[in-house]
């Protein structure tokens, strides 16, 4: 069974500093690996997808990693921004037709003016 | 990207009564997928709705609690019956774009309370 897993689980930094987001997964057998953002009480959105084939993705000051065969996957944001302050959530896509996906608990970040 | 239309936003219902969420997708696709979020914490799967077919259900997640609709294939609903203050929790429906290496998109999600 699939196991996500986020660390940490909440982070705090100044405006400006850059920071990682780390996920782990217990089954290298992944379709893909997705990082979304949730602000409070609303839905997720899609920040990026790294298919099992690709190491890297990169939007704007957004960039994330896959390394399967460790299991891991980072999220790296640079110069952040209050505007950033939400929850971070990765999710890995299972192979095989119709497969779920399973999401880790998050990591609460917090940018401080 | 698939645009997803979900209603209502939020909702706070008396225990014993039912609330039917709605799931409009711009873009026919073959799997909804509907999801819980319970306070603090991830989500949890509690069915893939096919067009045509019953709903597969995943542990600990029942038709009679979650009856699911699915008329076509850009809609879906989800029903929470005979609601406690258990099932105060955020759902989401979400649907995978084959167009995209099936890259996952949500809806606003539901966020309901149950007094």
């Known amino acids: 069974k699939q196991e996500v897993t986020q660390i940490p689980a909440a982070l705090s930094v100044p405006e400006g500093e850059n920071l990682v987001l780390n996920c782990s997964f217990t089954d290298s057998a992944i379709y893909n690996l997705q990082w979304f953002r949730q602000d409070p009480g609303k839905g997720l959105t899609s920040l990026l997808l790294?298919?099992?084939?690709?190491r890297e993705q990169t939007s704007g000051r957004l960039n994330a990693s896959l390394d399967k065969s460790s299991g891991r996957s980072t999220l790296y944001i640079a110069a952040s921004q209050p505007g950033d302050s939400a929850t971070y959530l990765c999710?890995?896509?299972?192979?095989?037709?119709?497969?779920?996906?399973?999401f880790g608990e998050g990591t609460q970040l917090t940018v401080n003016p | 990207s698939a645009v997803i239309s979900q209603k209502p936003s939020r909702d706070i219902c008396q225990r014993g009564t039912s609330l039917t969420i709605q799931c409009q997708v711009d873009?026919?696709?073959?799997?909804m997928f509907w999801y819980r979020q319970q306070p603090g914490q991830s989500l949890t799967l509690i069915a893939t709705?096919?067009?045509?077919?019953?709903?597969?259900?995943e542990s600990g997640f029942v038709i009679d609690k979650f009856p699911i609709s699915r008329p076509n294939l850009t809609f879906s609903t989800l029903t929470v019956s005979n609601m406690s203050p258990e099932d105060s929790s955020i759902y989401l429906c979400?649907?995978?774009?084959?167009?995209?290496?099936?890259?996952?998109?949500f809806g606003q999600g539901t966020r309901l309370t149950v007094v």
């Open positions: 790294i298919q099992s084939s690709q």
């Open positions: 709705a096919n067009q045509g077919s019953e709903a597969t259900y």
């Open positions: 979400s649907v995978e774009d084959p167009r995209r290496a099936l890259e996952a998109f």
């Open positions: 873009s026919q696709v073959t799997m």
């Open positions: 999710a890995v896509k299972a192979s095989g037709s119709g497969s779920r996906l399973t």
